[in-house]
């Protein structure tokens, strides 16, 4: 399974952006970059997620390296709502069995007004 | 609220029990997953199925067992129960079979406790 790296924490002030980075250098043509967040007591929820072009949604940006082997989740006005653990997965779009988001350490992120 | 239900939100049960988790995934999903979370173990996926039949299976222990019903909902088992057993165990769903451009859909989670 491709890997990715993200720092364990990060701080932000509160209506600032924040950029959160993933590394995932041994990404696969056909893995999708997901995002997830997992705000204290609940359980994940779906960011956002991309193959090659940025993205975006109501909830957040995701720009992707032109190599793919890096992407950055970016939240464009932290609130304090948005304190939370956010992870970066890679996963396949082939539809073989054992085709599974894994979920590694992700970056907690803490907002201080 | 993402659309999938479990129940029951809490469980305290004694070590050697067995006990059921139940879940709904999204009006119109197919695919069901289990995962487990614990302190020290972070989120470790248990196993997926989709409409019916098991796809993968991760890090799920003999003692325990899922199955998806024709209405689509999933059940978790674990049996013999171990005070390591203790921990979040969540479910998700998506719309196919687990390809990636299919975001998943989580539930809010069963907080298992055997004492």
């Known amino acids: 399974d491709a890997k990715t790296t993200q720092p364990n924490s990060m701080e932000s002030n509160e209506e600032e952006p924040v950029h959160l980075p993933c590394n995932h250098s041994?990404?696969?043509?056909?893995?999708?970059i997901h995002w997830y967040r997992q705000l204290p007591s609940q359980g994940p929820e779906y960011v956002i997620h991309g193959l090659t072009s940025n993205v975006n949604n109501r909830m957040a940006s995701l720009a992707i390296a032109e190599d793919r082997k890096s992407s950055t989740l970016i939240l464009h006005r932290a609130t304090l709502r948005d304190a939370a653990v956010y992870y970066c997965?890679?996963?396949?779009?082939?539809?073989?069995?054992?085709?599974?988001?894994?979920f590694g350490g992700g970056t907690r992120l803490m907002v201080k007004p | 609220d993402s659309g999938v239900t479990q129940t029951p939100k809490h469980l305290i049960t004694a070590t050697g029990q067995r006990v059921t988790l139940r879940c709904s995934p999204r009006?119109?999903?197919?695919?069901v997953y289990w995962y487990q979370q614990s302190l020290d173990q972070g989120l470790q996926f248990l196993i997926h199925?989709?409409?019916?039949?098991?796809?993968a299976k991760g890090n799920i222990l003999e003692r325990f067992s899922a199955q998806q019903f024709p209405d689509l909902h999933s059940e978790l088992n674990l049996s013999s129960l171990e005070l390591g057993d203790s921990a979040l165990y969540f479910c998700?769903?998506?719309?196919?079979?687990?390809?990636?451009?299919?975001?998943?859909?989580f539930g809010p989670g069963t907080r298992l406790t055997v004492l």
């Open positions: 998700a769903s998506s719309a196919y079979l687990g390809q990636g451009r299919n975001e998943q859909f």
């Open positions: 041994t990404i696969s043509g056909t893995d999708y």
């Open positions: 199925y989709y409409n019916g039949e098991e796809r």
């Open positions: 009006s119109g999903d197919l695919s």
């Open positions: 997965i890679l996963w396949g779009s082939n539809n073989n069995a054992g085709n599974m988001l894994t």
